[in-house]
């Protein structure tokens, strides 16, 4: 409950933007409806709206990205804003007081928003916890916790592709257990109202009680895939072939790797997604990944129009609170 | 408190007076947009009576508002659609009640962001007075002189008619 308060004010509307369990299907069908409308907004000769002229958005990165972090920039800028990019090397000593003396100088500069990213579960509700009242926090990924924009902006390329949730069978491929994407994906997708989400990766990389998620389990590649309407491959990270979790790259893509022959089980029309980066040859072949099923590309545009749509609202309920707040002052010494 | 008119027979004056208007600026291929939600079917009226060829364009101001910073955004935003180019056209907007002139400055807004027309007309069902920016339709259906208490809006689609709100609803 303490991180359903943080997140949305008294009137349930976005506030920050931290995770996506604790979030109703109606909020994230609201979200998913106002990036319909930006989509359109390429399509303009200004491929911008003045929603926040003069608003300062601050991509605070502890953690290396090009795609989440150039595509919550040209978010930003799409929507009239200032964005200012800070890469800060995660070390042990940007942690507890440090970050708080970074997040405080930059409130000093009068930033109206952070995006965080952070190599530690929980970084951004702690930043969200810490800021002042005019600002908001969009998590951009915190550690094995969730990515919240990530799962929808798959589910708005579903949607687009399918129609609907309410009739689809959707299987998760790869690494769950470290995976914050597959975590947030698990909540968005049983929240909007997929019947079946499964899972399919081998044990050691699934979370013990995973069902408790509400998911199918799955071990085998075929089986899992069998009557699915949308294949989505995890991320393979290098360095978890360090650990005793999978023997090699190679038997991995033996597994667990998507190719064109494994797809003939799923529905004719399935699509195939993939947060990126793409490792070629170890998540999914190339084939698979540039083939007619392939809608990755479509999932980094959607990408743009999902995160202006959470920046939109979340600042939008931020001011109108400060607003509220104003008016009720005034009206006061009235 | 007097009756509001029904709203066909100020639709057909509408019609009317927006031909004369185009016949007299010399516009033979007018592009009509209009606003959600009342402007969009007062201008699917005027499409249809015109005849006009161009596709109707449709737009929700939603994302050029003046008071974003005030009351967030608005939830129940909707695609903007223009079905043509609108470098150098004749625009012709169209929205239900016009009041302080803000909506059509929003529309402005958006419009020139897709291009850089020729001409724009406003045409509105009703102009109700209070204007708050300098702003005057070229086609209104009726001119009343409310209160700024006292607010109409359109109901609709099937049939259109126009209602008396109290504040706050509209």
New interface residues.
């Given amino acids: 409950m303490a991180r359903r308060s943080l997140q949305l004010d008294e009137h349930g509307?976005l506030r920050h933007f931290l995770a996506i369990e604790g979030l109703g299907r109606e909020l994230l069908t609201?979200i998913l409806?106002?990036a319909?409308?930006?989509?359109?907004?390429t399509?303009?000769?200004?491929k911008?709206?003045?929603?926040l002229r003069g608003k300062t958005v601050v991509n605070l990165f502890f953690e290396a990205s090009t795609r989440t972090r150039t595509t919550f920039e040209l978010a930003a800028k799409r929507l009239s804003a200032d964005v200012l990019n800070l890469n800060i090397p995660a070390s042990a000593t940007v942690k507890g007081e440090t970050l708080l003396d970074t997040l405080h100088n930059l409130e000093a500069m009068h930033c109206d928003m952070f995006v965080v990213r952070h190599a530690d579960s929980g970084a951004a509700h702690f930043i969200a916890r810490h800021v002042r009242s005019g600002t908001s926090v969009i998590n951009a990924g915190d550690g094995r916790h969730e990515h919240p924009t990530q799962a929808l902006l798959d589910a708005f390329t579903i949607r687009r592709a399918k129609g609907g949730f309410g009739h689809l069978v959707v299987a998760i491929v790869g690494d769950i257990l470290h995976s914050r994407v597959a975590r947030s994906q698990i909540h968005a997708l049983t929240t909007l109202g997929v019947p079946e989400v499964r899972v399919v990766a081998p044990r050691t990389l699934l979370p013990a009680e995973v069902e408790r998620l509400g998911v199918h389990v799955h071990h085998d590649l075929r089986e899992g895939l069998r009557g699915a309407d949308v294949v989505i491959a995890l991320r393979l990270q290098h360095e978890r072939m360090q650990g005793a979790f999978l023997p090699s790259e190679h038997e991995y893509f033996q597994l667990y790797g998507l190719r064109e022959e494994h797809l003939a089980v799923a529905k004719p029309d399935c699509i195939v997604m993939h947060p990126g980066p793409i490792n070629r040859g170890v998540e999914m072949a190339s084939s698979v990944a540039d083939g007619p099923r392939s809608v990755i590309l479509q999932q980094v545009s959607h990408g743009i129009a999902v995160r202006m749509a959470v920046m939109?609202?979340a600042m939008?309920?931020t001011?109108?609170r400060e607003?509220t707040r104003e008016v009720g002052t005034k009206g006061e010494r009235a | 408190m007097s009756t509001l008119p029904e709203v066909p027979p100020l639709l057909e004056g509408m019609a009317a007076g927006l031909r004369e208007v185009l016949q007299h600026r010399g516009i033979w291929r007018p592009c009509l947009i209009g606003i959600h939600t009342g402007g969009v079917w007062v201008a699917q009226r005027l499409h249809q009576a015109l005849g006009a060829e161009e596709p109707l364009g449709i737009l929700?101001i939603?994302?050029?508002r003046d008071d974003?910073?005030?009351?967030?955004?608005n939830?129940a935003?909707?695609?903007?659609?223009?079905p043509f180019e609108?470098d150098e056209r004749d625009i012709v907007l169209v929205d239900d009640v016009l009041y302080t002139g803000r909506t059509v400055r929003a529309a402005l807004?958006?419009i020139?962001?897709?291009?850089r027309p020729r001409r724009v007309l406003l045409a509105v069902l009703v102009d109700r007075g209070g204007r708050e920016l300098p702003i005057q339709p070229d086609v209104a259906g009726l001119r009343l002189e409310l209160e700024p208490d006292e607010h109409i809006k359109l109901a609709g689609p099937d049939p259109l008619r126009l209602v008396r709100v109290r504040r706050g609803e509209g």
Avoid: W
């Fill in positions: 509307r609201e409806d106002t319909e409308s930006f989509v359109g907004v399509a303009q000769a200004v911008k709206v003045p929603l939109a609202l939008g309920a001011h109108r607003a | 929700d939603s994302f050029y974003f910073t005030r009351v967030g955004m939830p935003v909707r695609p903007s659609q223009i609108v807004n958006e020139f962001d897709y291009g």
